[in-house]
């Protein structure tokens, strides 16, 4: 009987020997494997068996930030026996840093970074993510103490490049490749809130301005245009309409003469008496009671008069 029971116990321990020999990795992690306390080998993903006792996964102390109820962000740490091999995306707290022209603020940050060396991520450096918060912390405020408050608003993309460039260099010996660095949050202090929104408000005020001005401009621009187009349409109109009747004229002179013609009478003297008449009409017509008429006048009209009667002889 008592026979029985240490078969039972020693199978019981084979079993539990076993099972404390089976490791399971999953997808896009690596375990690391130290034999009496030295390295082994990392396992990649997959079904492993290692030798209890000797063989055990190296615990990994990750530091890492997380929000507590009130929405701080606090600093917290895990132990882990697996790397992830994906993406990871830190969220780093606002740090303060001062520009080239002497300007606090605080600036937050997030970085993507990705573990492509377990072996050096775990036994080049501590701990890998408080390494990479304290190298971004110095870098950040490295790169914007080269740079004023302004060129720190417009130049987020050259500073995330050149960050990202300074990270992925240093980290390089952590096995560690940083993707992308974000500037997420950049807040400058109160007073400069203000004065930075007081002269956005005035370049939208002198924009406005300026616009106005130039339409204004324009509108008296294209306003002169019309004035000067239409006073040329009105000159070519009457540059015709004079050339019209002149034509007119020279028609009529044309065939008066030649109706005058075999009477041997004057064309001219003719026209000329039309105008007389035209002229004595327009005095008639202001009402004046006592007309002056010159000299010649009665002579005139009495060739006139003979003039029509051979032009009426002339049509018959």
């Known amino acids: 009987m008592f026979s029985l029971y240490l078969v039972i116990a020693f199978a019981a321990l084979v079993v539990i020997f076993i099972a404390r020999g089976i490791i399971v990795v999953r997808q896009a992690e690596v375990v690391i494997i130290e034999r009496l306390g030295k390295y082994y080998k990392t396992l990649p993903s997959g079904l492993h068996i290692v030798v209890p006792i000797f063989?055990?996964?190296?615990?990994?102390?990750?530091?890492?930030?997380?929000?507590?109820?009130?929405?701080?962000?606090?600093?917290?740490?895990?132990?882990?026996?697996?790397?992830?091999?994906?993406?990871?995306?830190y969220d780093f707290p606002r740090q303060n840093v001062i520009t080239a022209d002497n300007v606090s603020m605080n600036i937050n940050a997030l970085l993507?970074?990705?573990?492509?060396?377990?072996?050096?991520?775990?036994?080049?450096?501590?701990?890998?993510?408080?390494?990479?918060?304290?190298?971004?912390?110095?870098?950040?405020?490295?790169?914007?103490?080269?740079?004023?408050?302004?060129l720190t608003f417009t130049s987020r993309d050259s500073i995330n490049a050149k960050l990202r460039n300074i990270l992925d260099e240093a980290t390089d010996k952590w096995g560690v490749k940083v993707n992308r660095v974000e500037l997420q949050e950049i807040q400058p202090p109160e007073e400069i809130r203000n004065a930075m929104e007081k002269q956005m408000r005035a370049e939208r005020d002198k924009r406005a301005k300026i616009l106005?001005?130039?339409?204004?401009?324009?509108?008296?621009?294209?306003?002169?245009?019309?004035?000067?187009?239409?006073?040329?349409?009105?000159?070519?109109?009457?540059?015709?309409?004079?050339l019209l009747v002149a034509d007119a004229e020279r028609k009529?002179?044309?065939?008066?003469?030649?109706?005058?013609?075999?009477?041997?009478?004057?064309?001219?003297?003719?026209?000329?008496?039309?105008?007389?008449?035209?002229?004595?009409?327009?005095?008639?017509?202001?009402?004046?009671?006592?007309?002056?008429?010159?000299?010649?006048?009665?002579?005139?009209?009495?060739?006139?008069?003979?003039?029509?009667?051979?032009f009426k002889d002339t049509q018959l």
């Open 252 to 310: 009529s002179i044309l065939l008066v003469a030649e109706a005058l013609k075999e009477s041997g009478a004057d064309p001219a003297q003719y026209q000329i008496a039309l105008k007389y008449i035209a002229a004595f009409e327009g005095l008639v017509q202001k009402g004046d009671k006592t007309v002056v008429l010159p000299y010649e006048s009665s002579a005139l009209l009495g060739s006139v008069k003979t003039m029509s009667q051979l």
């Open 55 to 89: 063989d055990k996964m190296r615990p990994i102390h990750w530091r890492y930030n997380k929000t507590d109820y009130r929405g701080n962000v606090v600093v917290a740490q895990r132990v882990e026996n697996r790397i992830d091999l994906r993406e990871s995306v």
């Open 212 to 242: 106005t001005a130039e339409g204004e401009r324009e509108y008296q621009i294209l306003t002169a245009e019309g004035e000067r187009q239409a006073k040329i349409a009105r000159a070519d109109g009457e540059a015709q309409s004079k």
């Open 112 to 150: 993507y970074f990705q573990i492509t060396d377990p072996y050096k991520a775990v036994y080049e450096i501590g701990n890998l993510p408080e390494a990479i918060e304290k190298l971004t912390q110095t870098s950040l405020r490295n790169v914007i103490g080269e740079l004023t408050l302004d």
